[in-house]
């Protein structure tokens, strides 16, 4: 089967960076335990110890604070489980647009859970957010994302930590869809942890991290032979762990914010005018948009034998029946919101990439509309 031409669903996974596949395969090669002590366990150590740098200099945080897990959704639950019990949390809050990843998370701790409301933009609303803080008997544990996956919306962050940072309650944010595309600092920031994930930035699938500050240490979900300085059981994988930190040395070398937001324009520009594009304050590199009557199972169909991969929404629920919660949290009416397509460029997307998608998409219209016409 011949593989697609043309990749848009930098969201979903980023394609591997190169510099990630090398240092993924010359990892492999290496034999042993990391916790060994003799000279091919010191070798492995030595990769991880070098990729927790890497990954803490993109995140702005300190080497200490990266705790290495299976994957981003390890470590939100990690986060939100392990936190709970770690901080006595009296309650989760969320919103409405989290992944699935945060709210099955929450769900898991057996605690009540806050959901907030998505504003028509797609932003959290945080006036609900600093009502719950006022009324709030006990731990809150604070569990919300930066960067929605589907839309791209970007959270006012600053404005989240201004209302929990300063308060007993705990705060964890997703920065999954913003690492490498916007400043984590996390060091020098309000967040008590951040989950991020490597497949985003071009590593291999497979690993991912959680950030902590020094009083959350002690957040445990897997407990095991001591690895991860004791915040995560189980022998490291460190061919992935490499590439993890290989990709991120990396990355800001090959996105160029401005250049994928300059394509994300061309792109939008080019849509139909009954075209709507969701969501305010947008990551440069996602366009999720719906034209009425146009269904986004068929659209899909129609551009994946042309070669274009492109996605409905988060590729962990794109196999389910059902619109997008995200949209019908923002209040999009449900015959829109099943027309809706999710482009997400990255680090090898180009102006043909682009252009390519607009001539499929405008052929599928055309199809569309001839259709409608011969019924009427």
Not at 20 to 49: C, F, T, Y
Not at 188 to 195: G, K, L, Q, R
Not at 277 to 301: D, E, H, I, K
Not at 334 to 363: E, H, K, P
């Amino acid at each position: 089967m011949t593989r697609p031409a043309i990749y848009l669903d930098h969201n979903a996974a980023s394609p591997l960076l190169p510099e990630a596949r090398s240092a993924l395969l010359a990892a492999l090669d290496l034999v042993g335990n990391p916790s060994s002590v003799h000279g091919h366990g010191r070798a492995l150590r030595q990769l991880i110890d070098t990729a927790r740098g890497q990954v803490a200099a993109l995140a702005g945080a300190e080497r200490k604070q990266v705790v290495f897990t299976g994957s981003a959704t390890e470590a939100i639950t990690q986060a939100i489980v392990g936190g709970a019990r770690s901080f006595a949390s009296s309650a989760i809050v969320i919103s409405a647009g989290e992944h699935a990843a945060v709210s099955k998370a929450a769900e898991a701790t057996g605690l009540p859970v806050i959901t907030l409301r998505l504003l028509a933009d797609g932003c959290i609303d945080l006036d609900q957010l600093a009502q719950v803080i006022v009324e709030a008997e006990g731990n809150l544990l604070v569990a919300l994302h930066w960067v929605n996956n589907e839309t791209g919306v970007v959270q006012p962050l600053a404005r989240i930590n201004a209302l929990v940072g300063p308060t007993r309650h705990t705060l964890f944010i997703d920065a999954v869809q913003a690492l490498g595309k916007l400043n984590l600092d996390f060091a020098a920031s309000a967040p008590d942890m951040m989950a991020i994930s490597g497949h985003k930035i071009g590593a291999p699938a497979g690993v991912g991290a959680l950030l902590v500050k020094a009083h959350a240490d002690l957040v445990r979900l897997i407990p095991g032979g001591g690895q991860e300085q004791g915040r995560r059981g189980g022998t490291e994988a460190a061919a992935l762990i490499a590439g993890f930190g290989a990709a991120a040395a990396g990355f800001a070398g090959r996105y160029a914010g401005a250049d994928v937001a300059a394509l994300t324009a061309r792109l939008e520009a080019a849509l139909p005018a009954e075209a709507v594009v969701f969501g305010g304050t947008r990551l440069g590199n996602v366009t999720n948009f719906a034209v009425p009557g146009v269904n986004s199972a068929t659209a899909m169909m129609g551009l994946d034998l042309m070669g274009l991969s492109v996605s409905s929404g988060s590729a962990c629920s794109s196999g389910k029946v059902g619109p997008s919660h995200v949209l019908a949290a923002m209040g999009v009416p449900a015959d829109l919101a099943a027309c809706a397509l999710r482009i997400s460029l990255g680090w090898n997307s180009t102006t043909d990439d682009v252009d390519a998608f607009i001539v499929g998409y405008q052929s599928i219209l055309q199809r569309q509309r001839a259709r409608q016409g011969q019924a009427a």
